[in-house]
């Protein structure tokens, strides 16, 4: 997102959203560290709220600004979060984690009543896969075998670096940067990638989000889920990692 008036302007509306004593989820990424800007001047000025943070970085800039943190097991149910995302597609379904905390970002997701995402226009796609990169965390033992496996599928990629070493996530896993075009049947998709023994998550976030601020120039659109649509996604989604 732009780092100037316009992004400040699209995390003041999504604070229209944060109640009195309810529990928040803080996104990852320029998205999530503008909004939090924004949710501490509130803090100051006396709204109680409890934060539950899906990365570490996220975690020490809240620590920073005074906002108030609590872990997953003590949050319990979690009222809203908000989130970035890397494209977001008519359905409003995401692609996630060019940031790398995108297991986190959706255990806390799935664990949320509501998620509401900022993003600008550019982050608009007709299709998923528009940007051509959909990162998949995996374990480090299993790095190589799920590369292969990701290639006999259709999906080469490469490791991700950072500072010339292998990045790692806040899980102590790596990223496999999966090289894709337009997605058809994104669940389809998803269903055959976390079928490989060593993936943990993928990219894709589907049927979650409820509500997508769109940020074009001066002006804030507010894209909604067609009511129901989520908890029965999020409901798949739950079978789905339990089998």
């Known amino acids: 997102m732009e780092s100037n008036s316009n992004a400040i302007l699209v995390a003041e509306r999504a604070l229209e959203w944060i109640t009195q004593d309810s529990v928040v989820g803080l996104g990852s990424g320029r998205a999530a560290v503008t909004f939090m800007r924004a949710l501490s001047g509130r803090v100051k000025s006396g709204?109680?709220?409890?934060?539950?943070?899906?990365?570490?970085?996220t975690a020490e800039m809240a620590t920073e600004l005074g906002i108030p943190l609590v872990t997953l097991d003590q949050a319990g149910p979690i009222d809203i979060t908000v989130d970035g995302a890397d494209e977001v597609d008519p359905k409003l379904d995401l692609i996630k984690g060019y940031g790398g905390a995108l297991v986190r970002e959706k255990i806390v997701a799935v664990a949320s009543k509501r998620l509401v995402i900022l993003v600008d226009s550019t982050?608009?796609?007709?299709?998923?896969g528009s940007r051509g990169v959909l990162p998949v965390?995996?374990?480090?033992?299993?790095?190589?075998?799920?590369?292969?496996?990701?290639?006999?599928?259709g999906y080469p990629s490469?490791?991700?670096?950072?500072?010339?070493?292998?990045?790692v996530t806040d899980n102590g896993n790596h990223i496999l940067d999966c090289t894709i075009t337009a997605i058809a049947d994104p669940a389809l998709l998803q269903k055959s990638i976390l079928a490989i023994p060593g993936v943990?998550?993928?990219?894709?976030?589907?049927?979650?989000?409820d509500s997508v601020l769109v940020q074009d120039g001066g002006s804030v659109e507010i894209k909604q889920r067609a009511s129901g649509?989520?908890?029965?996604?999020?409901?798949?989604?739950?079978r789905a990692t339990n089998h």
Do not use: Y
């Open 47 to 57: 709204l109680r709220i409890r934060c539950v943070s899906t990365s570490q970085a």
């Open 137 to 153: 965390e995996v374990i480090p033992f299993g790095l190589s075998p799920c590369r292969r496996r990701l290639t006999e599928l």
């Open 123 to 128: 982050k608009l796609v007709p299709v998923l």
């Open 158 to 167: 490469e490791p991700r670096l950072h500072d010339g070493k292998l990045f």
């Open 200 to 209: 943990v998550e993928t990219g894709l976030f589907l049927g979650l989000a």
């Open 229 to 238: 649509n989520r908890a029965s996604a999020t409901s798949q989604r739950r």
